[in-house]
């Protein structure tokens, strides 16, 4: 490619509203424009990186076994009713209808129909295993869309769908998948962990992301680095603190605590170890009534934990009695507790509420929690002789220096960009949906199902937030939208430098690398900006002074100075770095 037939849009500032550093570098680089909250236009350098991805999310694909499908953007309703989520998914999902008034939806991912091509298609066991996977354009309706493509509302993702006869089957579909998200990652060139994580709405048994290692990244991952154990914060377990309860020791007191609602603030008044209060959080779950006329009854749930830990809300949510549960409202807290929030504890609430404690909190002794009455706190509160033994439960977020789940280390916490989540399903949609096989008796079986996406664009932000500096992106060399840029010093003047650039430059496309002449006649200044702004991993600067020595000068773009290449070796040394290069990353 020559410059000169090519769009650089490259611009010395970035919008006010770009927030984080992968924004800015892609607005800066020519790479998307802005048309609406969430939505971008991709310019060409941009599409040049989108395509460098998908090339190698196919290959992989391809060679773990999966089929290449193009799925509807535009599904029926009727699809997401039978499977449950036309209610359950909320207002990210778009929803309209067409002139015949029936409903549709723009689709954010697709089990929905992948499951009816399955239902359609599958009749009998001799047809599994099989892949199905596609790339192609979804749209979820993101309240706040920021941070460029890191979060929009339109995006480009690879989703893919496996199906088998068993759980046994299932697993090894998902293994060949995670082991393929490996592979792609790793020629990604970035920097990664794989994590257990939680399945959110997509529903399944288990699942992995796949995160990019980056302080900007909205994930807190905790990992063991003396073991394999590695998830996310919101799927960690967080085992008790103590190894056992100690003994009563204390007489429980009724505490005057003045203006000090926090544990922190309580703590300080009292002289005591944070780690000695005890927080409460209250939620109320809305339960139909026996009839339909009956009045909606409202279970109200007190949970305990430390006084320095956090609620973590994805595990409290998936306990028994608790889908659907939010956090009660100040009426409904003075109701049951006689005091507003800030002095609530267990002993003598109002009316009777459902108690959990977290795992720590059960093997606490001589602790301190609020009294329900303003201004006091109960000190010396042990279980089993001011309060039942408790009903417990993994409640609370890890944090550093926790006991990694799998007794190996402690915890280490650090922020990742997801870019990839591979899911075992089941028979979440098969059934929903009855998508069945018949198995050797000829009876008909639930398909199980996993699926495997990853975000094609999103990987774009997150390779930029991992490698970048103060002149512009660092693109790792397998998804650059160029791998090399020829700056010719005095293109448009000097017969030498343009016949020697020419000749580098035919010889570089006759090997297969991707490489951009700048034949545009710009000063040098003008054209390193672009360049490095741009990204391109790979520089050879020619001109008349050099050649005269000759010399040529190559810069990968994370170097800090120049070295000297001979003129006539100059492409072949360059085209074995890059092998070299392709070679580590494959």
């Given at each position: 490619?020559?410059?000169?037939?090519?769009?650089?849009?490259?611009?010395?500032?970035?919008?006010?509203?770009?927030?984080?550093?992968?924004?800015?570098?892609?607005?800066?680089?020519?790479?998307?424009?802005?048309?609406?909250?969430?939505?971008?236009?991709?310019?060409?350098?941009?599409?040049?990186?989108?395509?460098?991805?998908?090339?190698?999310?196919?290959?992989?694909?391809?060679?773990?076994?999966?089929?290449?499908?193009?799925?509807?953007?535009?599904?029926?309703?009727?699809?997401?009713?039978?499977?449950?989520?036309?209610?359950?998914?909320?207002?990210?999902?778009?929803?309209?209808?067409?002139?015949?008034?029936?409903?549709?939806?723009?689709?954010?991912?697709?089990?929905?129909?992948?499951?009816?091509?399955?239902?359609?298609?599958?009749?009998?066991?001799?047809?599994?295993?099989?892949?199905?996977?596609?790339?192609?354009?979804?749209?979820?309706?993101?309240?706040?869309?920021?941070?460029?493509?890191?979060?929009?509302?339109?995006?480009?993702?690879?989703?893919?769908?496996?199906?088998?006869?068993?759980?046994?089957?299932?697993?090894?579909?998902?293994?060949?998948?995670?082991?393929?998200?490996?592979?792609?990652?790793?020629?990604?060139?970035?920097?990664?962990?794989?994590?257990?994580?939680?399945?959110?709405?997509?529903?399944?048994?288990?699942?992995?992301?796949?995160?990019?290692?980056?302080?900007?990244?909205?994930?807190?991952?905790?990992?063991?680095?003396?073991?394999?154990?590695?998830?996310?914060?919101?799927?960690?377990?967080?085992?008790?603190?103590?190894?056992?309860?100690?003994?009563?020791?204390?007489?429980?007191?009724?505490?005057?605590?003045?203006?000090?609602?926090?544990?922190?603030?309580?703590?300080?008044?009292?002289?005591?170890?944070?780690?000695?209060?005890?927080?409460?959080?209250?939620?109320?779950?809305?339960?139909?009534?026996?009839?339909?006329?009956?009045?909606?009854?409202?279970?109200?749930?007190?949970?305990?934990?430390?006084?320095?830990?956090?609620?973590?809300?994805?595990?409290?949510?998936?306990?028994?009695?608790?889908?659907?549960?939010?956090?009660?409202?100040?009426?409904?807290?003075?109701?049951?507790?006689?005091?507003?929030?800030?002095?609530?504890?267990?002993?003598?609430?109002?009316?009777?509420?459902?108690?959990?404690?977290?795992?720590?909190?059960?093997?606490?002794?001589?602790?301190?929690?609020?009294?329900?009455?303003?201004?006091?706190?109960?000190?010396?509160?042990?279980?089993?002789?001011?309060?039942?033994?408790?009903?417990?439960?993994?409640?609370?977020?890890?944090?550093?220096?926790?006991?990694?789940?799998?007794?190996?280390?402690?915890?280490?916490?650090?922020?990742?960009?997801?870019?990839?989540?591979?899911?075992?399903?089941?028979?979440?949609?098969?059934?929903?949906?009855?998508?069945?096989?018949?198995?050797?008796?000829?009876?008909?079986?639930?398909?199980?199902?996993?699926?495997?996406?990853?975000?094609?664009?999103?990987?774009?932000?997150?390779?930029?937030?991992?490698?970048?500096?103060?002149?512009?992106?660092?693109?790792?060399?397998?998804?650059?939208?160029?791998?090399?840029?020829?700056?010719?010093?005095?293109y448009d003047r000097s017969e030498t430098v343009r016949t020697e650039a020419d000749r580098v430059y035919a010889a570089l496309l006759a090997a297969g690398v991707d490489v951009v002449l700048d034949d545009r006649g710009e000063r040098p200044g003008v054209m390193f900006a672009d360049w490095e702004l741009i990204g391109v991993?790979?520089?050879?600067?020619?001109?008349?002074?050099?050649?005269?020595?000759g010399k040529v000068e190559y810069q990968g773009r994370r170097d800090a100075e120049a070295t000297l290449l001979p003129v006539a070796e100059a492409d072949r040394l360059l085209i074995a770095r890059l092998q070299e290069a392709r070679g580590a990353a494959a």
């Open positions: 490619m020559k410059a000169s037939r090519f769009f650089i849009g490259t611009l010395k500032e970035a919008p006010a509203d770009a927030e984080i550093v992968s924004h800015q570098l892609m607005m800066r680089a020519g790479m998307i424009r802005r048309v609406a909250g969430g939505i971008y236009d991709y310019l060409p350098i941009g599409l040049r990186a989108i395509r460098k991805v998908e090339k190698i999310v196919r290959e992989e694909m391809d060679a773990a076994g999966a089929l290449e499908v193009l799925l509807p953007a535009v599904q029926p309703a009727e699809l997401w009713q039978e499977s449950g989520r036309w209610e359950q998914y909320g207002p990210e999902l778009l929803r309209f209808k067409d002139r015949h008034q029936r409903e549709f939806v723009v689709g954010p991912t697709h089990e929905e129909v992948i499951t009816d091509v399955a239902r359609r298609e599958i009749r009998s066991y001799r047809q599994l295993p099989v892949n199905f996977y596609q790339i192609q354009t979804k749209f979820r309706d993101e309240i706040r869309p920021r941070f460029g493509v890191m979060r929009g509302r339109e995006f480009i993702m690879k989703d893919a769908y496996s199906f088998d006869r068993d759980t046994d089957g299932l697993k090894a579909s998902y293994q060949r998948m995670y082991d393929a998200y490996v592979r792609i990652f790793t020629r990604l060139g970035l920097r990664f962990r794989a994590v257990e994580a939680d399945n959110g709405s997509i529903g399944g048994s288990g699942s992995h992301e796949f995160h990019v290692i980056a302080d900007t990244g909205e994930d807190a991952i905790a990992f063991c680095p003396t073991s394999d154990f590695a998830a996310n914060v919101e799927a960690a377990e967080a085992l008790p603190l103590l190894p056992a309860r100690g003994a009563a020791d204390a007489a429980l007191t009724k505490t005057s605590t003045p203006g000090r609602a926090k544990c922190e603030a309580v703590a300080e008044l009292l002289g005591l170890p944070l780690e000695r209060t005890v927080k409460s959080i209250v939620l109320a779950v809305d339960q139909p009534g026996a009839t339909p006329d009956a009045a909606v009854h409202t279970q109200i749930w007190m949970l305990l934990l430390r006084g320095d830990h956090s609620l973590n809300e994805v595990k409290a949510f998936k306990l028994p009695g608790l889908g659907g549960a939010r956090f009660a409202t100040e009426a409904e807290i003075v109701e049951h507790f006689g005091t507003p929030p800030g002095y609530l504890g267990p002993i003598a609430t109002r009316k009777p509420v459902k108690l959990l404690v977290d795992r720590t909190v059960a093997r606490m002794s001589d602790f301190v929690c609020g009294a329900n009455e303003a201004d006091f706190h109960f000190t010396g509160v042990n279980w089993g002789r001011d309060l039942p033994e408790p009903d417990v439960a993994d409640l609370r977020n890890v944090v550093a220096g926790d006991p990694s789940p799998d007794g190996r280390g402690t915890i280490e916490l650090c922020r990742g960009i997801e870019v990839g989540h591979v899911f075992q399903l089941g028979t979440k949609y098969s059934e929903a949906m009855s998508a069945t096989y018949l198995d050797e008796a000829g009876k008909p079986q639930p398909l199980q199902m996993g699926c495997y996406g990853i975000g094609v664009t999103r990987i774009l932000g997150a390779a930029i937030e991992q490698n970048y500096d103060a002149r512009g992106i660092i693109w790792p060399t397998s998804i650059a939208p160029f791998e090399v840029v020829i700056c010719p010093m005095g991993p790979h520089r050879l600067v020619i001109g008349d002074r050099g050649l005269k020595d």
